[in-house]
Each structure stands twice: as C-alpha cells, then as structure tokens.
C-alpha cells in the first residue's frame, strides 16, 4: 500500500501527512529489485567523475570546501542518473535510479507500515538516528582556523543502525532523488505494476530528509524538486544551476534474482 497509509494503520484513522500529492494510499506491485544499502558518497562519485570526464560532485560551492570523502554526495538528478546507469555499464549489472515506489517499498522495509526507514520504525534520537547534537558534531571537520572549525555538509554514512532489511540513512542525512517526474495528482492514475511516474515534467521526486525535522521526513512524504536546483543569483540577478549539496543518490539494481548470483 504505497502513500500515506495513516487510516490503515492509526487508532484515529489519521493521515500523518497534509497535502494530497500522497492519498489515498494504493496498493501498487513491483517486479523483484535490490538497492544499494548507502548513499553513494563523494568518495565513490569522484571515480565516477574521474573515470568518465566530469567534473567532481559538490565543487561549485566554495571548490569543494564543503565535501568530505565519507560523506552523501550532493549532486542534480542528472550527475546522480549517470552514476547509476555508468555503475550498469562498468559492472554489466542493471543498476538504474530507484522509482519511487521502489525507494518507499525499501524504506519500509517491504511495504511495512513504519513511518520511519530506522531499525524499529520510530525514532530515538541518539541511537538510531542523530540527535540535534550530532546533526552537528558528526559532520567531519574539513578546515581549521584560528577562530572557527567548516565542518562537511552531512556526516559520513552508516554511522546510525539500519532498517530492518539492512539499509541505511534513509530517514536522514540528506534526500534522494528518484527517477520519476513529480506530478501532484498521480496517485489518482498511476499504474498499479511498477508504477514509474509520469512520462514528463519539470521537477522530479526527492524521497527522505530533505531539510528540517525527522517528523516531517517519512517514508511517504514527497518533494519535489527542480533537477538542476535552479535559482536565481542575487548578485547578478540571473537564473542558473544552484548548489546541489543536500540531494544524494541510491542506486538500485532491476534484477529478479539476487546481485551476488549474476554471471
């Protein structure tokens, strides 16, 4: 049952969203997948880079000051769409974006009825998932000064337990992007066997915590995002790309049998 499933699960039958971009819940079928268990980090992405003649993830703010190997890489859909089908090409295994109903299946451990993608399904700051505290000490420091510390723009992955089926942070340290195009309406009309969104669009789906408060990243909270995070320069008043820092990547793999027995 893919969107908010409040009604379904709540004593007070309750959505635990507003808006309705995700209601009513549906029930919706997917082919057999896996999924990456973390964020792709800087480290991995800057092979990608490297490999195929692209500038490196996260250097358009301050040269990169703000990047640590460790860490989610920050990117647009398109860098975090070629990461994953350059991973296909190299490996000669089907790794593609996500959909979206594949990511809220996994974040729900199976299409369980957790609210959270933590290793109970609810949140207790500090241990499985980072306290307001370590939100901030976690974050690597990447320079030093006589009278400030930059620390990195997230904290390296897999620090805090995983969900119940072994993946981690997708209830905190930066969004995703997924592969299909945001449209409000459509849970009213998508389809009900592997539902890949809509066949065009302006913006596209981010799934997880995105920016504020873990209550407001669930699992079937939606966002929408511009691709190129377009905004306007303030200096010079023009429209162009913006920093993609808090938009990461995980990968999934469309494959009916398990990763480990390809080849």
Request: with cysteine; net charge neutral; aromatic share 12%.
């Amino acid at each position: 049952m893919m969107g908010d499933f409040g009604p379904l699960w709540t004593k007070e039958e309750r959505y635990y969203t507003s808006g309705l971009d995700n209601k009513p819940p549906r029930r919706v079928a997917l082919t057999s997948f896996s999924i990456t268990r973390y964020k792709a980090t800087y480290a991995e992405l800057d092979v990608f880079a490297d490999a195929t003649g692209q500038p490196r993830a996260g250097m358009q703010w301050d040269d990169g000051l703000w990047r640590h190997p460790l860490i989610p890489a920050g990117m647009y859909w398109k860098t975090a769409k070629d990461y994953c089908t350059w991973l296909a090409k190299e490996t000669g295994v089907p790794f593609d974006l996500p959909t979206e109903a594949q990511w809220e299946y996994a974040a729900r451990s199976g299409g369980q009825f957790f609210i959270w993608a933590t290793d109970n399904g609810s949140l207790d700051r500090g241990r499985n998932i980072a306290s307001a505290k370590q939100r901030t000490s976690l974050k690597p420091i990447v320079e030093t000064r006589p009278d400030y510390v930059t620390r990195a723009m997230a904290y390296p992955v897999g620090i805090f337990p995983p969900n119940p089926i072994g993946l981690y942070d997708m209830s905190g340290n930066s969004g995703e992007w997924v592969q299909d195009w945001y449209a409000p309406d459509e849970y009213g009309k998508g389809v009900a066997l592997d539902p890949k969104g809509p066949a065009s669009g302006t913006k596209r789906v981010v799934r997880g915590q995105l920016s504020g408060s873990y209550e407001r990243a669930t699992n079937v909270v939606r966002v929408a995002r511009d691709p190129m995070v377009t905004e306007a320069d303030i200096r010079t008043g023009k429209i162009g790309p913006g920093f993609a820092i808090d938009i990461v990547v995980r990968c999934a793999v469309n494959l009916d049998r398990p990763v480990a027995q390809v080849n």
